[in-house]
């Protein structure tokens, strides 16, 4: 099983990356997130990796950091859910996000993605809320990232969450006002407008 690759980035296009360890060049299916952070062709760079192996097809699949990797294995052991979907939802999510997402039960956040309709949308909430909140320790342990209610994290939204949780707010009351706002917001803009929302502070 491979896990990692380092090497040199030979090729790039969206959804796809070549990397060149020891001679052998590795073609890896990435989110778009991913893509835009391996750098220039020509650059040494680092994915965490998965392998599938079906009868038809041998495929990899990269990851920048492991955030997007511990997401990716959550996605594709929803019934339904193959490695194409996974890496759709994941190039229109963030981690931080979609883990807020499922934990608010927004399955219509999901529906946004290009292919998934609302049935398997709302399979990946029903089959995932509980195991996203039951390991949220462990996620944030072993994948390096802070999980839904979590203390201060990297990304404007888990930074956001931690601060009105802070505030008194519990995870149910704002993570379905957090998963409503637009993509690209700041932390405290995301605050800021939660608590107008809510009707203010506590």
Not at 40 to 66: I, N, P, S, Y
């Amino acid at each position: 099983m491979l896990y990692s690759l380092r090497g040199t980035l030979i090729h790039r296009e969206p959804g796809l990356a070549v990397i060149e360890c020891s001679g052998v060049g590795y073609a890896c299916r990435t989110t778009f997130a991913t893509g835009a952070a391996l750098g220039a062709v020509g650059d040494e760079v680092r994915v965490f990796t998965v392998m599938q192996v079906r009868e038809d097809a041998v495929e990899l699949f990269g990851f920048a950091d492991r955030q997007e990797l511990a997401c990716f294995n959550l996605l594709t052991g929803v019934s339904g859910v193959g490695p194409k979907a996974a890496l759709s939802i994941l190039s229109d999510l963030e981690p931080a996000r979609f883990l807020l997402t499922v934990a608010a039960g927004d399955s219509k956040t999901l529906t946004k993605t290009k292919g998934i309709g609302a049935k398997i949308a709302q399979r990946i909430v029903l089959e995932l809320k509980d195991k996203v909140a039951k390991q949220q320790p462990q996620l944030a342990e072993e994948a390096g990232f802070a999980a839904v209610a979590a203390a201060p994290a990297d990304g404007a939204m888990a930074e956001a969450l931690s601060a009105l949780m802070v505030l008194g707010y519990t995870q149910g009351e704002v993570a379905p006002v957090l998963a409503g706002l637009p993509d690209g917001l700041s932390s405290s803009e995301l605050i800021k407008q939660t608590l107008r929302a809510m009707g203010g502070n506590k």
